[in-house]
């Protein structure tokens, strides 16, 4: 773990750490990564082995506070290099990826490090006995399950590899050492739909509370399938039969437990022509990032706004892009904001994909090229809002490489990215600014 930077004023500032050495040990115990170095330095007494460039190994007693950071930046996020998926999905969304994109959008990470640090969805395949018994020891919890299907044979093939039929054993050991675990289902109509989806929901709610809950997704489908195992797409009548099955395992953990455990994504409502349930439906949102309950809480929480807020008027005519998913929940926000600001002119765009294909319809992966095909010389108003998650993580860039400035070239007009949460609209809308303190990132 070679240190790249040290915070001013911090424990290790004040021991003697130097940037360059690399840090081997803490207290007698290998440092190999971030989740080493956070463990074992909560102490306020520890010992560092340090190896200084030269090769030659130094030890240095640090205290601290209790659970302070011992202020240490290494040469990455983790440490270490974020560790491959070995499994050949068949509804994997990265081999659907078109050709001639930046390298970084091909790789495939099923890491528990960043299952716990940053939430993604991981599918155990490449976990040993050794790094499971390293998530107990170290009480990694909670960690996010990629789990598709729960019978041995169904999740083989789904997922392409042998050793995804040690899912339930591993999360057992994980359930009975009270790691909590919150799992997500891919919905691939005529493979893990039907019995195989209520045997799932059943195998992960006899888990609970281990298990904290399940969310079920359909299936992400390009255009780019050439050679990919053949899937059909989430329609209405799927998407009506797994929401039967869901909310029916969900109203029986309800009257159980007090909470429904398991969800579906708001597509499904979509895809379904069904009303989005109420927030309360959702209990905590445990699964918002998964899209699930997004728009109920965005819904909630504007007309709590506007219910404390005075008419006001709008900063100027604008117009607002998104995905053809949230587009017309989109309009109906924008209609609920006009009670109190009489003066809006707004227009909302559903942007098409054409560039991934017309299945794919969330904000997050509409493109550049897209946005400027679709709205150039329609009317925009003084500045195009768009939701921040077109951008790639917080920067200027979209999916296909075009920036925001690029955008705002070629559609003459000012492009804002906005947090997307109630608030951030309000604030935009008031304001033209973008908010900096976005509560809520999902995607709308």
Known sequence: MKITAIDAGSPAARAGVRVGETLTAIDGHPAHDVLDYQFYSYDARITLTLRGENGRERTL???????????????????DRPRRCANKCVFCFIDQMPPGMRESLYFKDDDMRLSFLQGNYISMTNLPDADLERMIRMRISPVNVSVQATDPALRVKMLGNPRAALLMDQMRRLADAHITMNCQIVLCPGLNDGAALQQSLDDLIALYPAVASVSVVPVGLTKYREGLCPLTPVGKAE?????????????ACLERFGVRVVYCSDEFYLKAER??????????????????????????????????TRPFAAFAPFSLATGEAAAGFMRKMLDLTAKKCHTMKAEVYAIRNDFFGHGVTVAGLVTARDLIAQLKGRPLGEKLLIPSCMECYGEDVFLDDLT???????????????????????????TGRAAEDARHPYEL
């Open 61 to 79: 007693r640090v205290r601290k506070t209790e659970g302070e950071p011992l202020g240490l930046t290494f040469e990455t996020y983790l440490a």
């Open 239 to 251: 998407a009506e039969a797994v929401l039967d099955t869901v909310e029916r395992a969900g109203a």
């Open 275 to 308: 009303p989005m349930p109420p927030a309360p439906f959702y209990d905590d949102f445990p699964q918002l990032e998964n899209g699930v309950g997004m728009m109920a809480l965005f819904e909630d929480e504007l007309r709590a706004l506007l219910d404390e």
């Open 404 to 430: 925001v400035g690029d955008v705002e070239a070629a559609l003459g007009v000012p492009v804002l990215a906005i947090p997307t949460d109630a608030a951030g609209l309000l604030h935009a809308v008031r």
